[in-house]
């Protein structure tokens, strides 16, 4: 264990939350629930706070994304934090050329695309992340009680946003050079697993009290893929943060055929993206797996009894994992409106706990 004294998981604030406890597998007093993506978007008051700001620049403003972290929280009771930040923020940080188009997400200025290419690319520096590890303690601060989840991009996301120099439908680029050249993919999903674990690690450091890896486009690969060329660079991003003793999480979009190698990465819990429910998700990892999620972000603009009725069904097929943790099965769309979220988490709180 190598977090401080003062951290909150070692001081009592939050190791026996809702959150952490059924991170860790036990039973808490209510049923914990987030949501991915619920810094931002939808909020009127994070379209206020972010008005003239790019995304990039938002997320290194300490800050302003400990704000933008703390809004929801406020707004709608939820028994975590999520930190506001990016996935190409580590990238970023190492002085590679990436932006935030809007209407098109992260564009890299050169693609990274050969074995020179790869070798050139810059170390993240340790104190580059300052603006990371002062964000995540802004936040801690005002969140007492309640647990900030960090979160990092997987490797194989971070390489295929590097491979194409943009978002892609397909991964064509990174599909291919895997099995094309695959040292240079070892390479570059090393150099990737190392600046999202240094990323990670800072947040947890700084006071985060758990840790969610989030591979976006890991649902575009086979099992043997997965399994021979991402899984090991996702085992060395967790890594960097297995000593801590936080709980890690794992969560991918269109991954339910990944699930037990996605679990065996290391992690104490699974994320379930909507097109699995959570009973068969439990099933297929044996019965053993805390998970996460997983209620259909589609769902949200439904009239309230269609999603009123949705909710139920996954607190019902959650609760035949050790413990469950609720979440959408993706992000918060950008339409959301705020008080059906704050109505959802009410709904849940509510429901009682099976015995």
């Not at 975590?80 to 590679?96: E, H, N, T």
């Amino acid at each position: 264990m190598t977090l401080s004294a003062s951290h909150p998981l070692m001081d009592g604030r939050t190791s026996g939350s809702p959150l952490i406890t059924a991170y860790r597998g036990g039973k808490p007093e209510r049923r914990p629930v987030w949501f991915m993506r619920q810094a931002g978007r939808s909020l009127p008051e994070y379209k206020v706070v972010r008005k003239g700001t790019e995304m990039l620049e938002a997320c290194l403003d300490p800050a302003l994304a400990a704000e933008i972290t703390l809004q929801p929280v406020r707004r709608h009771d939820v028994d975590a934090g999520i930190f506001f930040s990016d996935i190409v923020i580590p990238l970023k940080l190492a002085g590679i050329d990436v932006d935030i188009v809007p209407g098109v997400g992260p564009v890299l200025g050169r693609p990274v695309r050969t074995a020179e290419d790869v070798a050139a690319l810059p170390r993240l520096d340790d104190a580059s992340l300052d603006p990371i590890r002062e964000a995540v303690r802004l936040v801690v601060a005002e969140l007492g009680s309640t647990p900030l989840v960090g979160f990092a991009g997987a490797p194989f996301t971070l390489a295929a946003y590097m491979v194409e120099g943009k978002p892609s439908r397909d991964h064509l680029g990174p599909r291919t050079m895997m099995h094309a050249d695959p040292e240079t993919w070892r390479a570059l999903t090393d150099w990737a697993a190392d600046a999202s674990g240094r990323f990670l690690r800072a947040q947890v450091e700084a006071g985060a009290s758990a840790a969610q890896l989030f591979d976006s486009w890991a649902g575009s690969l086979s099992l043997f893929d997965y399994s021979t060329f991402v899984a090991p660079a996702s085992v060395r991003a967790l890594d960097h943060v297995r000593d801590t003793g936080a709980p890690l999480i794992h969560f991918g979009t269109g991954t339910s055929e990944l699930l037990l190698a996605m679990r065996d990465v290391g992690v104490d819990v699974v994320g379930v993206d909507y097109r699995l429910p959570l009973d068969e998700a439990n099933r297929r990892l044996g019965g053993s797996t805390v998970l996460q999620g997983n209620i259909d972000p589609a769902m949200l603009s439904t009239p309230w009894p269609v999603l009123e009725a949705h909710v139920r069904e996954v607190l019902a097929a959650g609760s035949a994992a050790p413990a469950h943790v609720v979440n959408l099965g993706h992000g918060v769309p950008p339409d959301t409106d705020p008080e059906v979220l704050t109505r959802v988490v009410e709904l849940i709180h509510s429901v009682e706990l099976p015995a």
